[in-house]
């Protein structure tokens, strides 16, 4: 038998040829990359319309804050061209070399994150008060950074609510804002016209934002992916309109004032003497009430993190991850899906209508204009960037993208580079869709992919003989 010719033998290419080719490569990757964002900066951010000392509408252009934009572009771009293209490389000649050994699976980042994130959030969370007073010489100079972390962990919780909904069961809802603004006006409409307390309105907010979240499970029942995101995000406009239209009891667009302000279990925080102040011996200051409204919403969110954590691991919770995962398989276990669904929209409108009632007590003033669907977006983001079904990455998600247009306002270099009427609020969608453009390429399941399985194999115990013919398991 005759044997087969050799193969052929391919010199490999130079490494200087192979690094001429990376360079061009790259090159034209991060140019098309600026063209891109030049094509996109001309509309939006290149023209600007402002009012003279005439009230006549000028319009006036920001050439330099593009091409400061667009060189960032092709250097990001130039970048991650030239390092995809060596780890490529290595990978090819790792998996050339490669050898059978015993593999142990590596521990992750996710898992590393949960193991020091958890407790680190949680002890900065407790302490967030004393820090900013102490680095701002007192409570009153830290009224901004207390504000800062209100608004930081009522997203937090509004995130944790959604994820429910969308990172547990798996069902797309973009009208999240809607039992947002149900458990907003309840508190408001119930405080303002029959004066009862918070502590009474905050549990019916929650009820009736859960009884909203069924009326709109029933009609969903049978949608998924697409179709469902349109219904809930029809559902959410449906309650906006309603809330403007129905003047006679939102006061439609002019919204509602004058809410009555949370008290410390009766005690009110003023400067009588039946006061928080005067009870408790303290010097009087405006910034006992947004301490306790800065606790307040920490004890709400972390309720909600319990809640649902516990119900992760409950029968409904599995329920939940099965219809995830795959909804015909669900049904074929036995599992009722009509139920599994009302149960989860029920649950995540409920903390959310509890979120509204904090915001409406923390305001003082409510109006349609703060339920849009903006809102709705910014929530889905935080829950798909921070990881579905991950309860710290939704928080640290939350945190970055709530606290970090603040964090860069204070940065003075950034005037320096962008001129002096920078803003990085008007940016903030831009910053939401980079990060989400950045998030989809590099980690698609999130900042913290990795989640505990809610249903785990403990240790080896025996079992009945009746249900294994050995006798153990």
Known sequence: MNAPPPAPIVAAAPKSARHGSDLTTAFKTAAVGALVMLGLSIPIIAFRTDLDMGNELILTTRWRVVAILCLIVFCVRFVLALSGAHLTRRRLASRKEAIVTKVEAPVTFGQRLLAVAGPAFLGIAIAYP???????????????????????????MLGWGLNIVVG?????????????????????????????????????????????????????????????AIVTLAFGEIIRMVLINWVDLTNGGAGIASIPRVSFFGIPFTANDDGFA?????????????????????????????????????????????LREDEIACRSLGINTTN?????????????????????????????????????????????????????????AAT????????????????????????????????????????????????VSHRDPSAVLGERKAISGSLVKEGHG
């Not at 102490?134 to 608004?151: A, F, H, K, T, V």
Request: proline share 3%; hydrophobic share 55%.
């Open 130 to 156: 004393l820090i900013t007073a102490i680095i701002n010489d007192g409570l009153d100079g830290s009224r901004y950074w207390i504000d800062l972390g209100i608004l930081v962990l009522t997203y937090v």
């Open 168 to 228: 547990l069961a798996g069902l797309l809802d973009l009208g999240y804002v809607a039992f947002y603004a149900v458990g907003a006006y309840s508190y408001a409409l119930l405080a303002t016209t029959y004066g009862l307390s918070f502590w009474i309105c905050l549990p019916i907010a929650g009820i009736l934002a859960a009884f909203w979240g069924i009326l709109l499970g029933f009609p969903v029942l049978r949608l998924r992916g697409d179709y469902l």
């Open 278 to 322: 005067a009870v408790f011996g303290l010097e009087y200051s405006t910034m006992h009430r947004m301490v306790f409204l800065y606790y307040l919403i920490l004890m709400l969110a972390l309720v909600t993190n319990i809640v649902t954590l516990r119900l992760r691991r409950l029968p409904v919770g599995r329920a939940w991850e099965a």
């Open 340 to 396: 599994t669904k009302l149960t989860a929209f029920a649950m995540g409108a409920m903390f959310g209508g509890f979120a509204g009632a904090f915001f409406a007590v923390r305001q003082g003033f409510i109006s349609p204009e703060s339920f849009n669907f903006l809102e709705s977006a910014i929530i889905l983001s935080i829950v798909v960037l921070g990881g579905m079904g991950s309860q710290i990455g939704v928080a640290i």
């Open 400 to 447: 970055v993208m709530v606290a970090g247009p603040e964090m860069l306002r204070n940065l003075g270099f950034l005037s320096v580079i962008f001129g002096s009427d920078f803003d990085p609020n008007q940016y903030r969608l831009l910053i939401f869709g980079a990060a989400m453009v950045a998030m989809m390429v590099w980690r698609p399941r999130g900042l």
